[in-house]
């Protein structure tokens, strides 16, 4: 089955929220946790252990894993597994991009089976060109899995470089175009990242046939009754997630922000259809 297929059976069955797992300081300190190993592991793994039966998909941010060293970072494979555990799918949220020989390095960590990170997706960089992704491309279509291109990112930092004039349109544009193109070939399996905090998606995302994870809700700004008019046509392909919005007022509050973006999510015009 494809990352594709898989992600439309799991969000018919569970609604489309994807809930971030972003075990920073703060995030530990709302939960009463210590900013160590351990505070890490039981907020990451909590937050599967109450919404993992009920959430689509979730989003770990590799960075707070990775500051705690190697350590961190197998947490980080427990908190993938309990994912897969639950029945959710897993987005790792690494943003890997670098020459096709390095590109074919991170692609062995996360992609293919038997990968020590095995994630269902994985979010990727195209800043060194979009051809350079191929080989992660190429190993998550052969393992059934997804990547999330980097297009129109949710900081407004971003504009300056992905927002500048190619003299054929904007770069996030040519990233749409050559992800577009690429996807006829990858089974759908190639996303893209355009966040929710813009007042239009500042790229045509009209034809591309991906999902399209969208970041920004909540802690910065973005709202869920704003994506109509961020995405319009592209509504249907959205995968809104959300981290702070949800993990960052503690433990005992997990459950109810969840159901209650998940409640305005279905009242989107295209709840309950497959894409
Ligand atoms: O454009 C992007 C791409 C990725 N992110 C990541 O998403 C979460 C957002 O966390 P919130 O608490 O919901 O703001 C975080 O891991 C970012 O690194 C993004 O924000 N924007």
Known sequence: MTYADRLAQV????????????PMPSV????GLAHDLSGLERCARGIVEVLGPTIAVFKPQSAFFEAYGSRGVAVLERVLADIRD???LSILDVKRGDIGSSMAGYAAAYLGDGAPLWADAITISPYLGVGALRPAID??????QGVYVLARTSNPDGATIQLADTGAGTVAQHIVNETREMNASAEGCIGLVVGATHREAGC?????????????????GGT???LADVFGSALPRVLPTASR???????????ERARS???ELRKLPENGENY
């Open 204 to 220: 045509d995302l009209g034809g591309f046939n991906g999902s399209i994870l969208v970041p920004g809700i909540g802690a910065q």
């Open 261 to 263: 973006l998940t409640a």
């Open 86 to 88: 639950a029945g959710a």
């Open 28 to 31: 530990l300190d709302a939960w």
């Open 245 to 255: 919005d949800i993990i960052g007022s503690g433990h005992e509050n997990l459950g």
């Open 11 to 22: 969000t018919a069955q569970r609604g489309r929220l994807c809930v971030g797992i972003d």
């Open 224 to 226: 869920i009754s704003g």
């Open 139 to 144: 190993a998550a279509v052969a393992g059934g």
